[in-house]
T-cell receptor, first 112, second 112 residues
Framework: DQQVKQNSPSLSVQEGRISILNCDYTNSMFDYFLWYKKYPAEGPTFLISISSIKDKNEDGRFTVFLNKSAKHLSLHIVPSQPGDSAVYFCAAMSFGNEKLTFGTGTRLTIIP | DSGVTQTPKHLITATGQRVTLRCSPRSGDLSVYWYQQSLDQGLQFLIQYYNGEERAKGNILERFSAQQFPDLHSELNLSSLELGDSALYFC???????????FGEGSRLTVL
């Protein structure tokens, strides 16, 4: 049972434009959500997070939006840069339970 | 560099064999997590240790076991290996309980 889903395996975006990566979850007990970025031959690195008490969190070029009623979150990257080309994983957890549930990832390619 | 060290980086072995994967967490991090990433899959949580004690368990097979030693390094033992155990095994560590994990580069296991 895939509790965190990233339905787009890949996405290509022109440099300078906005990249939007989507994630859906099914478990209503999840109350904290994170995005991780992974380059080839490296481990995932934490990018940005959001608590369920918020609907938006911004950090520089990265903004995460959470729609609890739709059980959907998205990561916006603007403007997109070539160095943003990577695999992005959405993850979710419940506070008090440190187990992260990951999606299958979206490969983002920024076209120069 | 996340500060988390995993060895070996690559391992090729045969079905039925046993292997040990090793992880050194970031200095000061008491929690160690093990994740498995199979082809086209997200990261699947296996197990978490905190200061030498098992804290949480995921879908870890009975053929797999782990431990965390007094110096906080951890080992994941995989026995009676099957073809389907071929995967990337990640170790991560953290100091907080907010899902922000620091991942190693992974150990790629190939079972032939």
């Amino acid at each position: 049972d895939q509790q965190v889903k990233q339905n787009s395996p890949s996405l290509s975006v022109q440099e300078g434009r906005i990249s939007i990566l989507n994630c859906d979850y099914t478990n209503s007990m999840f109350d904290y959500f994170l995005w991780y970025k992974k380059y080839p031959a490296e481990g995932p690195t934490f990018l940005i997070s959001i608590s369920s008490i918020k609907d938006k969190n911004e950090d520089g070029r990265f903004t995460v939006f959470l729609n609890k009623s739709a059980k959907h979150l998205s990561l916006h990257i603007v403007p997109s840069q070539p160095g943003d080309s990577a695999v992005y994983f959405c993850a979710a957890m419940s506070f008090g339970n440190e187990k992260l549930t990951f999606g299958t990832g979206t490969r983002l390619t920024i076209i120069p | 560099d996340s500060g988390v060290t995993q060895t070996p980086k690559h391992l090729i072995t045969a079905t039925g064999q046993r292997v040990t994967l090793r992880c050194s967490p970031r200095s000061g991090d008491l929690s160690v997590y093990w994740y498995q990433q199979s082809l086209d899959q997200g990261l699947q949580f296996l197990i978490q240790y905190y200061n030498g004690e098992e804290r949480a368990k995921g879908n870890i097979l009975e053929r797999f076991s782990a431990q965390q030693f007094p110096d906080l390094h951890s080992e994941l033992n995989l026995s009676s290996l099957e073809l389907g155990d071929s995967a990337l095994y990640f170790c991560a560590s953290s100091v907080a309980s907010n899902g922000e994990l620091f991942f190693g580069e992974g150990s790629r296991l190939t079972v032939l």
